[in-house]
């Protein structure tokens, strides 16, 4: 499923909230003999399989700008941020870094970021997805530049569809539409479902916002979503159980459950991520995707990284110009398309054809027309035990344990006791 693809590490310690951003300097501070500028980038998605895309980024950079060299660290995932922190609070931060939404929010908060329009060049904002870059802006500043995105579409079998004298799903389609389809798709005497959408936190802010519902209150001090929205969504989410989804007892807790059921031609929809494509490449039938549908308005789940530079370099124009190189480049772009290294933000279509004319899937518009309605996902420094309370109370209630109301009202208490 494709929530292990994003289970989020964990964000900053209170410690590092109450000691705002270090007063130490870069680790490299200085220009060397040859009168060129060191600019050290960690980086988590660049290894281990883009660590040459990486360097051909670099290389193009450091063409265009010969007096800095970059020099880049990596990390795996579950210890980056670990590190990271560790290198901010002992005052050895990388001059640039990578961060994901969830953890740029709390460095933000924290003061560690530089504002990247204090040493801004020239630069056409426009380059971006206005969405994009909004979501790396903090108390109207731009403390980040966006790098990449992956987002979740609504994938669907066209031969189970056909076969079954069902319309195909549309750009237009709502809630009420899909569980339609979905129904007339399930048949479980061939072992054949309808819909798959996972019954965890990632979906329900999600489908809450699709709902017209938020999380938090706009001060962000407690819950939101034990709402009449709230119920909405989380009863779409479980009333899909058993009927044109497996229960948990039919998963049985097996490894990539969804991903296999829909590869064998028995999962006529599947809520999933843009970096199923290519394990898709080869099945024995035709399938496309749209953007998922929604109820009171449209919503869609964008996982963003983004570029930011450590507020205490000494080189902020060159980690602005770098950042900048990184996120919206011609070379930058290109490379991660080439390489399947997830997607740049831009908004010039022409950068994006040779993503776009791929034909499989044929609406890969599809991917970037999500950009034009985010669903950010809630954040919070106690962020994991939030993420893991609401899916736990979520899944009491998928399972037949609690009902909807009451699984709601024991989540929300969860989280107002984490925020409290």
Known sequence: MHTRKFQMAAVLTAALLASGCSQGSATRTSSGEDGKTTLRYFTFSAAPDHVKDLDKIVAAFERENPKIDVVVETAPYDEYFTKLQTSIAGGTAPDTFELNYENFVTYASAGSLLDL??????????????????????????????????????????????????????????????????????????????????????????????????????????????????????????????????TEAEIGGTADYDTNLFKSGKLAMWHNGIWQFAGLKDVPFEWDVVVEPGDATRASAVFHNAVAASSTTKHGKEAWAWARFLSSSGTAATTRIESSWELPPVSDQAVLSGYLKDPKPANRQAVFDALKSIALPPVIKRQQEMQDAVTKELSEAAAGRKPVPDALKAAAAAVDALLG
Do not use: C, H, I
């Open 117 to 246: 329009g204090s040493v801004a060049g020239d630069g056409d904002p426009s380059v971006y997805a206005q969405e994009s870059l909004n979501a790396f802006k903090r108390d109207g500043k731009q403390y980040a530049l966006p790098a990449s995105f992956s987002t979740v579409v609504l994938f669907y079998n066209k031969d189970l569809f056909e076969k079954a004298g069902v319309d195909v799903p549309t750009a237009d389609w709502t809630w009420a539409e899909e569980q339609a389809a979905a129904a007339k798709l399930t048949d479980k005497k061939k072992g054949v479902f309808g819909d798959f959408q996972p019954v965890q936190f990632f979906e329900f802010y999600k489908t809450l916002k699709q709902a017209g519902g938020e999380f938090l209150t706009a001060d962000g001090k407690k819950s939101a979503f034990n709402s009449p929205q709230g119920v909405k969504a989380a009863q779409w989410l479980v009333s899909k159980v058993g009927k044109t989804m497996p």
